[in-house]
């Protein structure tokens, strides 16, 4: 199970003819400024196009591009989130998305596209212009109805394909790009079907009603299942020309693209047509059975629910993909609206989104009851898949406070989902407006109060964490709710774990483990004991912190759990490095990295290679520490953290560099960081795991891994300056001379000056020789 990150472009970019000379020029555009905005009407293709140049410069980025469909997107305040995610970020710390964005792109080359932006088109346009004025390397390809109205944009208005005029032979359709897709849809209804001199005036009829728009051409090609390319251009020309009657002007691409779509409509039989509206409440994509429960009643038979998706795929209403072995649906933005209209022309729209909200509520308290056990990455890989849809469900709860309460249950169950897939901003955010509007005493009010702590905790927001607990607690106390009361114990013991206080933390987490076994809930009681196993090695009973995170680990084991099976793992791990034997260290880490080919916990992965490269500096292997230690530093990046915010790891992590620095020397130290920097999470697990082909990896040419102006700052500080004297020196900011240096520290994996100085005499000494 793999989270989305910079990975494949979406499925448009293998069912696309055409646009050659319009790729050309937006290629080459992508060249000469950092802002190209595709505009046009719905239906034109803009997407495709966006992806059909993302596709072909890739080399120019060096593999380096992403795409981010906004279009299944409502909150605006959630769009830098969203892209942190298909980024694949991390969200370890409170700064805020954006930032965390521009430290890992400033310097480096990205084409980042930005699909369906005209819904929030002003946030698109805040968004865009703070990242371009930080990141010179960027590039931004947006897709818009309209454009963003940022300085240095280059607009390019997407036309329709081209269409041949009256009269041209058959022979010289095919090189129309119109035609090209008209066929290829087409063939794919009726294989038979070709363009010859009986039919090339009925095909040029048709592109031309359809006025070269690639949505209308597949949407009226469907139809050649049961009429002639004659009868279909005879009733578009009616239709059409009906449309526009009394105008003197073709009609316009809206109306076309409009009038398609009610001729669709139209054509669909009640029942159908039913399905669509209803359907257009998903955002995302669809399995069969959140159709078959939110769409079915009042009309629509459950079981006749599959039969009419059938039909839709024909009409090409839906689209159909796959995950994970499953069948899902979707709709294209425009096909949705056009559902949505008719949805709420009906007056239904509020009752089907309840409905909606209803399937989501329910499948959320099943993942909490089943997930714990063989099935859980299988239910972390459905609401990954669903997470539009999640966003949906929580939304339609914020309306009143009676829906609040319902949407805090949804929050608490999702515990697990938030924690892996990494929202935990955009999870904050929900329980906040929740927490606003709920009653005060909304049933799940103090677990989401716990769990919104939690999450501040690991965020390193310790004002919200102290101010959630506290009243989470008092609620608690005076509803007697005992489950709340031992959760809330737990994460105090958490914050006492990761703030090196061992002691209150193995007192906290051995109470809470005792409540949790007496409620029966056997998630929380294993989640506080391998805690506890943790903190009682920490303060010197190792043989006994052994004992108790082997029996979580081999309970875990059997229940099938994966998830927090992974930290146990990491909790024998680092309990080993901390104060025991590293070779026992080293195996529980590699288990971890195991399983996360299947969970794919990037956190629990930073801190593995973290403690591994601890491991590696002990077994007398400082390359691979040093290579280990700059994967680890590319996975905090983009998780917004560091290992330093956690106490205990802060000085035995500075004296591994040391003795890294000591026994190898600074500069190839360096070198071999910014190797480890450079591997894939996939190539970083294979290195680790022993899994290259090569016995050492060979790192990338960069004998100097500083800017010339981070270079210039290094020297600085070799000279004994603070940074407020270096930004007084250099006429900049003090936050700006703080980040520079920051950059060098993590650039070269030191945690002080002295490090850096040190690095900056060696650096001199191999040039004068």
């Given at each position: 199970m793999r989270?989305s990150?910079?990975g494949?472009?979406?499925?448009e970019?293998?069912t696309?003819?055409g646009?050659?000379?319009?790729?050309?020029?937006?290629k080459?555009?992508l060249?000469a400024?950092?802002?190209?905005?595709?505009?046009?009407?719905g239906?034109?293709?803009k997407?495709?196009?966006a992806?059909?140049v993302?596709?072909?410069?890739?080399?120019?980025?060096?593999?380096?591009?992403?795409?981010v469909?906004?279009?299944?997107?409502?909150e605006e305040r959630?769009?830098?989130?969203t892209v942190a995610e298909?980024?694949?970020?991390?969200?370890?710390s409170?700064k805020?998305?954006l930032?965390?964005?521009?430290?890992q792109f400033?310097d480096?080359?990205?084409?980042?596209?930005l699909?369906?932006?005209?819904?929030i088109?002003e946030a698109c346009?805040?968004f865009?212009?703070?990242?371009l004025a930080?990141?010179?390397?960027?590039?931004v390809?947006?897709?818009?109805?309209?454009?963003?109205g940022?300085?240095?944009?280059?607009?390019v208005?997407v036309?329709?394909?081209?269409?041949?005029?009256p009269?041209?032979?058959?022979?010289?359709?095919?090189?129309?790009d119109a035609v090209?897709?008209?066929?290829?849809?087409?063939?794919?209804?009726v294989?038979?079907f070709e363009i010859?001199e009986?039919n090339?005036?009925d095909v040029?009829?048709?592109?031309?009603?359809?006025?070269?728009l690639p949505?209308?051409i597949e949407?009226?090609?469907?139809?050649?299942?049961s009429?002639s390319?004659?009868?279909?251009a005879d009733?578009?020309d009616?239709r059409?020309?009906l449309?526009?009657?009394?105008s003197?002007?073709?009609?316009?691409?809206?109306?076309?693209?409009r009038a398609?779509?009610d001729w669709?409509?139209e054509l669909?039989?009640e029942q159908?047509?039913?399905?669509?509206a209803r359907?257009?409440?998903?955002t995302?994509s669809f399995?069969l059975?959140?159709?078959e429960h939110?769409?079915?009643?009042?009309?629509l038979d459950?079981?006749?629910v599959?039969?009419?998706?059938?039909?839709?795929?024909d009409?090409s209403?839906?689209?159909?993909?796959?995950?994970?072995g499953?069948?899902?649906?979707r709709?294209?933005e425009?096909?949705r609206q056009y559902g949505e209209?008719?949805?709420?022309?009906?007056?239904?729209?509020?009752r089907?989104?309840?409905?909606?909200?209803?399937?989501?509520?329910r499948l959320?308290?099943?993942?909490?009851?089943?997930?714990f056990?063989h099935d859980?990455?299988?239910?972390?890989g459905?609401f990954i898949?669903?997470h539009?849809?999640?966003?949906a469900?929580?939304?339609?709860?914020t309306t009143?406070?009676d829906?609040?309460?319902?949407g805090?249950?949804?929050?608490?169950d999702?515990r697990?989902?938030w924690?892996?897939?990494?929202?935990?901003?955009e999870?904050r955010?929900w329980?906040?407006?929740l927490?606003?509007?709920a009653?005060?005493?909304?049933?799940?009010?103090?677990?989401?109060?716990?769990f919104?702590?939690?999450?501040?905790l690991i965020?390193g927001?310790?004002?919200?964490?102290?101010s959630?607990?506290?009243?989470?607690?008092?609620?608690?106390?005076?509803r007697?709710?005992?489950?709340a009361?031992?959760?809330?114990?737990?994460?105090r013991?958490?914050?006492a774990?990761?703030?090196?206080?061992?002691?209150?933390?193995a007192?906290?987490f051995a109470?809470?483990?005792?409540r949790?076994r007496?409620?029966?809930d056997?998630?929380?009681?294993l989640?506080?004991t391998?805690?506890?196993?943790?903190a009682?090695?920490?303060?010197g009973d190792?043989a006994?912190?052994r004992?108790?995170l082997d029996?979580?680990i081999?309970?875990?084991?059997d229940?099938?759990?994966?998830?927090w099976?992974?930290w146990?793992?990491?909790s024998?791990?680092a309990?080993?490095?901390?104060?025991?034997?590293?070779?026992?260290a080293?195996?529980?880490g590699l288990?971890v990295?195991r399983?996360?080919?299947?969970v794919d916990?990037?956190v629990?992965m930073a801190f593995?290679?973290?403690?591994?490269?601890g491991?590696a500096t002990?077994q007398r292997?400082?390359?691979r520490?040093?290579?280990?230690?700059?994967a680890?530093s590319?996975l905090w990046q983009?998780?917004?953290?560091?290992?330093a915010?956690y106490?205990?790891?802060?000085?035995p992590m500075?004296?591994?560099?040391?003795v890294?620095t000591?026994e190898?020397?600074p500069q190839?130290?360096a070198?071999?960081f910014?190797?480890?920097?450079a591997?894939s999470?996939?190539d970083?697990?294979a290195?680790a795991l022993?899994?290259s082909?090569?016995e050492?990896p060979?790192?990338e040419p960069m004998?100097?891994?500083l800017t010339?102006r981070e270079?210039?700052?290094?020297e600085?500080?070799a000279?004994g300056?603070t940074?407020?004297?270096?930004a007084?020196q250099l006429v900049?900011?003090?936050?700006?001379?703080?980040t520079?240096?920051?950059?060098?520290?993590?650039?070269?994996?030191?945690?002080?000056?002295t490090?850096i100085?040190?690095?900056?005499?060696?650096?001199r000494?191999?040039?004068?020789?």
């Amino acid at each position: 199970m793999r989270r989305s990150g910079a990975g494949p472009l979406p499925a448009e970019a293998t069912t696309y003819v055409g646009r050659r000379q319009e790729i050309a020029e937006v290629k080459r555009l992508l060249g000469a400024g950092p802002l190209i905005t595709l505009t046009g009407p719905g239906g034109v293709g803009k997407t495709r196009l966006a992806v059909r140049v993302a596709d072909s410069a890739r080399a120019s980025f060096g593999e380096r591009v992403v795409f981010v469909g906004l279009a299944d997107l409502r909150e605006e305040r959630l769009l830098a989130s969203t892209v942190a995610e298909r980024l694949g970020m991390g969200d370890r710390s409170t700064k805020a998305p954006l930032d965390r964005i521009v430290d890992q792109f400033r310097d480096q080359r990205l084409l980042l596209v930005l699909d369906n932006c005209e819904h929030i088109v002003e946030a698109c346009a805040v968004f865009v212009d703070a990242l371009l004025a930080e990141c010179p390397h960027l590039v931004v390809l947006a897709t818009s109805r309209q454009s963003l109205g940022v300085a240095a944009e280059r607009v390019v208005p997407v036309s329709p394909l081209a269409v041949p005029e009256p009269g041209e032979n058959a022979a010289a359709l095919a090189s129309y790009d119109a035609v090209q897709l008209f066929t290829e849809r087409a063939t794919a209804v009726v294989p038979s079907f070709e363009i010859d001199e009986d039919n090339a005036r009925d095909v040029i009829r048709l592109c031309k009603a359809l006025d070269g728009l690639p949505l209308a051409i597949e949407l009226a090609a469907v139809r050649l299942r049961s009429l002639s390319v004659r009868q279909l251009a005879d009733r578009l020309d009616k239709r059409f020309t009906l449309l526009t009657r009394g105008s003197r002007g073709a009609p316009s691409r809206h109306e076309t693209l409009r009038a398609l779509i009610d001729w669709s409509y139209e054509l669909c039989d009640e029942q159908e047509r039913l399905l669509w509206a209803r359907a257009a409440v998903f955002t995302g994509s669809f399995d069969l059975d959140a159709a078959e429960h939110v769409c079915s009643g009042g009309g629509l038979d459950r079981g006749a629910v599959l039969d009419l998706l059938d039909a839709l795929l024909d009409k090409s209403i839906l689209l159909r993909e796959e995950h994970d072995g499953v069948a899902r649906y979707r709709m294209l933005e425009t096909v949705r609206q056009y559902g949505e209209d008719r949805l709420r022309a009906s007056g239904h729209l509020t009752r089907q989104r309840l409905r909606h909200r209803d399937w989501y509520r329910r499948l959320t308290a099943r993942f909490a009851e089943e997930s714990f056990g063989h099935d859980q990455t299988a239910w972390l890989g459905l609401f990954i898949a669903e997470h539009a849809n999640l966003r949906a469900a929580l939304d339609c709860c914020t309306t009143d406070p009676d829906e609040a309460a319902i949407g805090l249950r949804i929050f608490v169950d999702l515990r697990e989902y938030w924690l892996l897939s990494g929202h935990n901003t955009e999870a904050r955010l929900w329980a906040s407006a929740l927490l606003d509007m709920a009653a005060a005493d909304a049933p799940a009010r103090a677990h989401a109060l716990v769990f919104y702590g939690f999450l501040a905790l690991i965020q390193g927001d310790r004002p919200a964490y102290e101010s959630a607990l506290d009243d989470a607690a008092k609620l608690a106390d005076v509803r007697g709710d005992e489950s709340a009361q031992a959760y809330a114990l737990h994460i105090r013991a958490y914050a006492a774990l990761m703030g090196d206080e061992s002691e209150l933390a193995a007192e906290q987490f051995a109470q809470a483990a005792d409540r949790f076994r007496v409620l029966g809930d056997e998630a929380g009681e294993l989640w506080a004991t391998f805690n506890y196993g943790l903190a009682i090695g920490r303060i010197g009973d190792l043989a006994r912190g052994r004992e108790v995170l082997d029996d979580a680990i081999v309970r875990y084991t059997d229940r099938g759990e994966v998830f927090w099976r992974s930290w146990a793992l990491w909790s024998r791990s680092a309990a080993e490095y901390l104060h025991g034997d590293m070779e026992v260290a080293r195996q529980a880490g590699l288990d971890v990295l195991r399983l996360q080919r299947t969970v794919d916990d990037r956190v629990v992965m930073a801190f593995t290679f973290t403690v591994l490269a601890g491991c590696a500096t002990h077994q007398r292997e400082p390359v691979r520490a040093a290579r280990l230690l700059g994967a680890a530093s590319t996975l905090w990046q983009a998780l917004g953290a560091s290992p330093a915010n956690y106490v205990a790891f802060v000085e035995p992590m500075q004296r591994d560099i040391g003795v890294v620095t000591g026994e190898i020397g600074p500069q190839a130290a360096a070198e071999e960081f910014i190797a480890g920097t450079a591997l894939s999470i996939d190539d970083a697990l294979a290195y680790a795991l022993g899994e290259s082909t090569e016995e050492e990896p060979e790192p990338e040419p960069m004998p100097n891994p500083l800017t010339a102006r981070e270079m210039q700052i290094a020297e600085l500080v070799a000279q004994g300056l603070t940074n407020r004297e270096i930004a007084t020196q250099l006429v900049i900011a003090p936050r700006t001379a703080d980040t520079h240096v920051e950059h060098i520290r993590s650039k070269l994996g030191f945690s002080n000056r002295t490090q850096i100085a040190a690095w900056v005499a060696e650096t001199r000494r191999a040039k004068a020789g």
